[in-house]
């Protein structure tokens, strides 16, 4: 597998840090990676591994706000700069990778954010991978929490509050989480703005799982504790079959890509790809 680092500008000027891992063949098809909230993209360097010996290119880039970009930390300013970020980040794999199919590939957040372009944008990839998207909470916010977020959404939108996220639950090997806890670029905030951005989107994205119009691999964990897999099954429910596989995995929690069957949810996934290219 072959690594390389590099930077790009957002539209509003900063600087995000992004890696491109290659096969030592020549590629399949594209990959675009979309990480989780509070995370970077140097997490998946396994996941990556496994997509590059199966014939696949993969580029990530640490959201605005995450990891080793810039920006305040767990913060955008809309919806709509992420989706620039996400179009930026495509064409620089079109460039890269001239003739190939592009995909997506999100998750939690990241997921969130896919499902968000696939029913908001016109020019689309030739798919999208798809894993516990964050469309809703598995337990409920309390209501000062919203109280205080709606108040700060426009007086102060950079205001930061932790996002509640305990590293016990992203996967069923405790090995995850322990990790999770010592990495330095990981961090537990997000800001007003992209708290409430992030619970409206949700309803939105459901709302509108009608006009999916492209092929994706949805997967979803029963036992997932940070993202409603409900909302994710609902989702799926309102989506065109012939467009979206749904597949959930029993027993499961949040990172399917870190449980300790991942090889298998890792399979489920080049399986799906090779039959898309």
């Known amino acids: 597998m072959q690594q390389r680092f590099f930077e790009f500008k957002t539209k509003d000027?900063?600087?995000?840090?992004a890696v491109e891992w290659k096969p030592e063949v020549e590629?399949?098809?594209?990959?675009?990676?979309?990480?989780?909230?509070?995370?970077?993209?140097g997490r998946y360097q396994h996941?990556?591994?496994?997509?590059?010996?199966?014939?696949?290119?993969?580029?990530?880039?640490?959201?605005?706000?995450?990891?080793?970009?810039?920006?305040?930390?767990?913060h955008s300013p809309s919806y709509d700069a992420f989706m620039e970020d996400i179009n930026t980040g495509l064409k620089i794999v079109r460039e890269t990778q001239p003739g190939k199919p592009v995909f997506l590939y999100g998750h939690s957040l990241g997921g969130n954010l896919t499902l968000y372009y696939s029913v908001t944008q016109?020019?689309?990839?030739?798919?999208?991978?798809?894993?516990?998207?964050?469309?809703?909470?598995?337990?409920?916010?309390?209501?000062a929490k919203i109280f205080l977020g709606k108040i700060m959404y426009s007086l102060f939108p950079t205001f930061q509050m932790k996002n509640g996220l305990d590293p016990n639950d992203l996967a069923r090997d405790t090995k995850v989480g322990e990790a999770y806890t010592a990495d330095p670029l990981v961090h537990p905030y997000t800001t007003a703005?992209?708290?409430?951005?992030?619970?409206?989107?949700?309803?939105?994205?459901?709302?509108?799982?009608?006009?999916?119009?492209?092929?994706?691999?949805?997967?979803?964990?029963?036992?997932?504790?940070?993202?409603?897999?409900?909302?994710?099954?609902?989702?799926?429910?309102h989506a065109p079959a012939k467009f979206v596989t749904y597949k959930e995995w029993q027993?499961?929690?949040?990172?399917?890509?870190?449980?300790?069957?991942k090889a298998d949810v890792l399979k489920v996934m080049i399986d799906w790809l090779n039959s898309h290219v």
């Open 122 to 143: 016109k020019s689309l990839p030739s798919g999208a991978i798809v894993t516990s998207p964050a469309l809703g909470v598995t337990v409920p916010i309390p209501p």
């Open 251 to 261: 027993g499961y929690y949040h990172e399917l890509h870190n449980e300790p069957e």
């Open 193 to 237: 703005r992209l708290g409430l951005d992030l619970l409206n989107s949700g309803n939105y994205i459901i709302e509108h799982a009608a006009n999916i119009q492209m092929p994706i691999l949805l997967m979803q964990g029963t036992s997932d504790k940070l993202v409603s897999p409900e909302l994710t099954k609902k989702f799926a429910d």
């Open 27 to 41: 590629p399949k098809a594209a990959i675009l990676l979309i990480h989780g909230i509070g995370e970077h993209t």
């Open 47 to 74: 996941v990556a591994q496994t997509l590059t010996d199966a014939g696949f290119s993969i580029t990530g880039f640490d959201l605005r706000g995450h990891g080793q970009s810039e920006g305040i930390r767990g």
């Open 13 to 17: 000027g900063l600087k995000l840090h």
